[in-house]
């Protein structure tokens, strides 16, 4: 059984819009007119093609599937790497340390007998154009239901930088542990950015998070960082009224104690603390606490590997405004 467009989209988690282009399949996690709010910047733009927390995740009877397509940059990151698991156990890592040298990616994974229930965690950095999606043997291919729908804003941390294991992405863990969809709507670099929680994704959504602070607190001052904020925060109240949402406080990082414009690491917490308290739906998660301060937990100082978002992931779940 060879997948068509219509089974493709079924069976996408994380995606507001599966399109078919040049014969291929392509994951959209932003609208056009989400997209537009980063145009002038095209470093930002380029990150909105990026397939950050998609997933497909299916049930099936196959023997085997295979899938292969090309892949191109959608961040500053060259790595690109799929996930896949069966029944919960990760059986296939695959994938290429430079998107530009090696543009093609093909593989398949036979399964047990029986149905088999798989979630294949695309790339969080890259843009997959999915050429081919076939099922050997298959009488079954089912999309998996969720139990909840998360929707994520925040930086490159929450984008999934520096994880060479997308399903090791902190949004990908909380999404598995809460049996849920996640939409990403992270840019490596961004800000507090109100333009973009200005346009909603539809709902229903049970729970918000956001994860910005970090690139203020470096770049900007105190000013912009006291009127995006409180923006930010505001949109959100007003367009997904009564929905919990969690607001990270910036991560330990290796530079934290140098001053910036907006001042301390320290002011600049109390500055987006200030403006989330203002709503009594948001729960503040202090993100000092939950990443280790250590480099072995960091790629570069600043951004998780895959060892650090197993404790950060590990470290929000026990604090989400969720039941």
């Known amino acids: 059984m060879q997948a068509d467009i219509e089974l493709v989209r079924k069976i996408t988690c994380g995606a507001l819009l599966v399109v078919e282009e040049n014969g291929a399949a392509v994951f959209h996690r932003f609208t056009e007119a989400q997209r ?25 009877d196959a023997a085997k599937f295979a899938m292969c397509g090309s892949i191109a940059a959608a961040s500053s990151r060259a790595f690109c ?15 290429t340390y430079s998107v530009t040298d090696e543009p093609d990616f093909g593989f398949e994974v036979e399964l047990p007998e029986g149905t088999n229930r798989v979630a294949v965690y695309l790339p969080g950095l890259s843009k997959v154009m999915l050429e081919s999606l076939d099922f050997t043997g298959a009488t079954k291919v089912e999309p998996v239901a969720k139990k909840r729908r998360i929707i994520c804003y925040g ?12 399903s090791l992405a902190y ?9 849920a969809e996640v939409v ?5 670099g961004d800000r507090f950015n109100p333009e973009l929680a200005a346009l909603p994704d539809a709902g229903p959504f049970d729970l918000i998070t956001v994860g910005y602070g970090t690139n203020d607190w470096s770049h900007e001052t105190s000013e912009f960082l006291e009127e995006k904020s409180a923006r930010f925060f505001g949109e959100l109240a007003k367009n997904y009224p009564g929905i919990p949402v969690c607001a990270i ?19 600049g917490h109390a500055i987006i603390r200030a403006a989330a308290e203002k709503h009594g739906n948001v729960k503040i998660v202090n993100g000092w606490e939950l990443l280790p301060h250590l480099e072995s937990c960091v790629s570069d100082g600043l951004h998780p590997n895959d060892f650090g978002f197993q404790f950060m992931a590990r470290g ?6 969720i039941a």
């Open 155 to 166: 930086d490159s941390i929450t984008q999934g930088y520096d994880a060479r294991y997308p």
């Open 81 to 95: 790497f799929f996930d896949v698991y069966v029944n919960g156990a990760l059986v296939k890592h695959v994938g």
């Open 171 to 179: 949004t990908n863990i909380v999404a598995d542990a809460l049996d």
């Open 249 to 267: 406080l910036p991560l330990w990082r290796h530079d934290w104690m140098r001053v910036t414009s907006v001042g301390t690491f320290w002011e």
């Open 316 to 321: 929000l779940l026990k604090q989400l405004p």
């Open 184 to 188: 990403n709507k992270a840019i490596g």
């Open 36 to 60: 537009k709010v980063y145009e002038s910047n095209h470093g930002f733009w380029l990150k909105t093609f990026a397939d950050s927390g998609i997933r497909l995740e299916f049930a099936t």
